[in-house]
């Protein structure tokens, strides 16, 4: 049989695989609780490895190895970042928000918890972050199936929209029909998939090139500065850039709607050394198959005219084209588990955040539940129709989504956990406030000593914090709010 063959055969096994899971999921869907969280349920490691995986899409196995590949080691500080703000995430958020989600009402999506965590009256908070939510996850979605299209169109020559057709298909099939604890679980699956392939690819990579010492000594040869995390043109702001990612893990929804679903606060610790263990392998094998992929290509067949299609190559050189076709169903686990995930938080936005509060009615559970799979359905079409043809515009749209959702919920979040004094005016402020400074800060350039060229999360983030305190300080908390956030504290010890 041709590779291609070998690969297709890969890719069938692999969604065949993600829809028999969303299938055994159906029948555990009885209210919007089940649907949306799993019935706050899922163990330490599958909520870990599905944190991390809806976390990393295809960045992991094509941006990050082909960043190092063509810079070297300099372009690490963000995984450096990431992976701190990871662990401050696990360390600092989890448990809390696990708790005091609960306390709040049995709130079930982020938006739900800040409106009852505040007892917004207005219900402000509930309508600004559902409305941010919804648009710039319509977005987020739109982008990834823009990248499996992609995928498709490179890997197999394959029809673009055809790509992104099938890989939206079976996202959806499975989202729709298993709801979270289908996404979670796929998630595990691909998850395992992303750091074996990322792990085994360098390890043999190692062997071909002769062991540990002629690789290193091969890339030496190359560019003697590649071991450098401090080049030439590295600055201090780009640096703090790079570091400043860590802090957007704080407000992004796809993310910490996971540590709501554990089945217990103390069950984040053993979460929290899962997850960043697994991150830890994945970041280590991504670094090293970019190194491998120095040594390789340099010695056996020239430079790499693509660095971000290092992993793919590789992974066709040194394996059997069968083991290769699951090295690229990895890639396709990657963008699938994130699509999936931003799916079901907008899906969750627009039913339980916005939904109900027009509707204003007593709804059914199944009924709830069946809005919000043609909630899912629904925007996976308007996300498809506006990935049919990718544009500029879209692609730019997602570089600010990062930033604009860790500034504007990270500091939020962190405040309703930790600061008793927080009110809901506060919150609605600092959260307006960093979306704005996102987005000017984001479209400005130069400045003096290069200050505009920060990330903008890190700006718009600061001033959230100063706001929402400034604000919070002139008014007063509602009167409930102290006794919710002491049950909060003591049950999350």
Not at 27 to 36: C, E, F, I, K, V
Not at 37 to 66: E, K
Not at 268 to 273: E, Q
Not at 387 to 416: K, R, Y
Request: glycine share 10%; net charge neutral.
């Amino acid at each position: 049989m041709s590779p291609a063959t070998f690969s297709a055969i890969s890719m069938i096994v692999y969604f065949v695989g993600m829809v028999v899971i969303g299938w055994w999921a159906y029948g555990r869907n009885d209210s919007l609780d089940d649907y949306m969280l799993a019935d706050r349920g899922l163990g330490p490691a599958v909520t870990a490895l599905s944190a991390g995986a809806a976390d990393m899409s295809g960045w992991l196995l094509m941006g990050l190895p082909g960043a190092l590949y063509a810079g070297g080691l300099v372009e690490s500080w963000i995984a450096v970042g990431l992976t701190v703000g990871a662990w401050l995430n696990w360390r600092f958020v989890a448990p809390r928000l696990r708790t005091y989600t609960e306390v709040a009402s049995n709130s079930i999506t982020i938006p739900s918890f800040l409106d009852n965590r505040l007892h917004d009256s207005l219900h402000l908070l509930r309508w600004a972050s559902g409305a941010i939510i919804l648009v710039f996850f319509t977005f987020y979605v739109s982008s990834g199936m823009v990248s499996g299209g992609t995928f498709f169109e490179s890997s197999f020559g394959m029809d673009y929209r055809l790509g992104l057709t099938l890989v939206a298909g079976v996202t959806v099939m499975y989202t729709l029909v298993g709801g979270f604890l289908a996404v979670s679980y796929t998630d595990l699956v691909q998850g395992l998939m992303m750091v074996t392939a990322l792990i085994a690819v360098p390890v043999v990579g190692v062997i071909h090139l002769g062991g540990i010492a002629a690789t290193v000594d091969a890339v030496s040869a190359i560019d003697s500065n590649y071991w450098a995390m401090v080049g030439s043109t590295t600055s201090i702001v780009g640096i703090i850039s790079s570091l400043a990612w860590g802090l957007g893990y704080f407000g992004q929804p796809h993310i910490i709607v996971r540590f709501m679903a554990i089945r217990s606060p103390r069950e984040a610790v053993a979460g929290r050394r899962i997850g960043i263990g697994w991150m830890l392998f994945a970041v280590a094998g991504a670094a090293a198959t970019a190194i491998v992929g120095v040594a390789v290509y340099q010695r056996d067949s020239g430079r790499l005219d693509n660095p971000e299609a290092v992993f793919i190559t590789l992974g066709q050189l040194l394996f059997h084209p069968l083991v290769a076709g699951f090295m690229l169903a990895a890639i396709l686990a990657a963008i699938m588990s994130t699509v999936s995930s931003q799916l079901l938080v907008t899906s969750s936005a627009l039913i339980e955040d916005l939904y109900k509060q027009v509707g204003n009615r007593e709804l059914s559970q199944a009924r709830l539940v069946m809005y919000s799979r043609f909630a899912v359905l629904g925007i996976a079409v308007v996300a498809a129709a506006m990935a049919w043809n990718p544009s500029d515009t879209i692609l730019a749209l997602v570089a600010f989504a990062w930033a604009g959702f860790g500034a504007s919920f990270g500091p939020t979040v962190l405040l309703c956990l930790y600061w008793r004094r927080l009110t809901a005016l506060g919150a609605v402020a600092g959260m307006v406030t960093g979306a704005v400074v996102v987005m000017i800060w984001g479209n400005i350039d130069g400045g003096p000593g290069g200050l505009f060229d920060l990330y903008e999360l890190a700006p718009g983030f600061a001033a959230n914090l100063l706001v929402a305190c400034a604000v919070s300080y002139a008014g007063r908390p509602d009167p409930r709010v102290k006794a919710e956030f002491e049950a909060a504290i003591t049950a999350a010890r």
